[in-house]
């Protein structure tokens, strides 16, 4: 961690109190600074307004949130922002206070190094044993609850690949552990609904809105991965990555998923 602000103050320490800490109740975003601008801020800033309306919390202040965001990314190149937004009050026990304020932390971590790399030769994935539990209440949003995430990283420990792809407890693909998936069948591109569970990401949103007519949002079978033509994952810091294996199945880097590259590099030029 390069530099972290507690409520607007520099600190790296949260109260022993903290709900976040005790319940993972609250709700994260992470976003990427490039020579101090934020990319993609407003759909963040609308699906933290999203998960914060869920969970019944405060939203802070935008203009709080982004001068916080430019004091610890300030002076950097290229840097991810994470905004942790925690419900306030007392952790004896479950039952959240009337009070619904939040406190923040705003903290900058290094970029990854291989960005460029895989997205230029893509990656292998394989499918992990940990399957994701169902629960339509919290479905979508970017919770601080990452734990599945966390043993499916784990599980992922010494195996040849580099992403894990995420099922559901009925065997639907979800995603991956830290990015959506997007199937690719001729001309469209296939993406699991979310609303049982998984994370509707930033970059994910922004290609439903520019390929409307081109997407579809479903219940996606793994046997659908054996007939894909290409397979890509995207979040909003690495970008569009190609898939070229999940497991026994094997794909081509497509122009299905370089027209989206360039598309992305496009709309990225300058900022």
Request: proline share 3%.
């Amino acid at each position: 961690m390069l530099e972290c602000l507690i409520n607007g103050e520099i600190s790296t320490f949260v109260s022993a109190t903290n709900r976040g800490l005790y319940f993972g109740d609250g709700v994260l975003e992470s976003i990427p600074v490039h020579n101090g601008r934020t990319r993609l801020w407003q759909t963040h800033m609308d699906r933290l307004g999203a998960g914060c309306d869920r969970l019944g919390l405060v939203m802070p202040p935008q203009a709080i949130l982004l001068r916080e965001v430019q004091t610890v990314s300030a002076g950097r190149d290229k840097v991810v922002v994470q905004i942790v937004l925690t419900r306030d009050g007392q952790c004896a026990d479950y039952s959240p206070t009337e009070d619904s304020s939040c406190s923040r932390v705003v903290s900058a971590h290094s970029y990854p190094d291989d960005v460029l790399e895989h997205a230029r030769e893509g990656i292998s994935a394989r499918i992990c044993d940990l399957r994701l539990a169902i629960q339509p209440a919290l479905g979508g949003i970017k919770h601080l609850n990452r734990l599945e995430q966390v043993l499916a990283s784990k599980e992922m420990r010494g195996q040849q690949a580099d992403e894990g792809l995420l099922l559901d407890m009925e065997g639907h693909v979800i995603s991956a552990i830290s990015a959506n998936v997007f199937i690719v069948m001729g001309d469209r591109l296939l993406t699991p609904r979310l609303d049982r569970c998984g994370v509707r990401g930033v970059l994910r949103s922004q290609i439903l809105a520019e390929f409307t007519a081109r997407c579809e949002q479903r219940r996606i079978q793994v046997d659908l991965l054996q007939e894909a033509h290409e397979v890509f994952l995207c979040d909003c810091v690495r970008g569009i990555r190609p898939v070229t294996d999940i497991d026994d199945y094997h794909y081509d880097i497509g122009p299905v998923t370089r027209e989206l590259q360039t598309w992305l590099l496009e709309g990225f030029r300058g900022v």
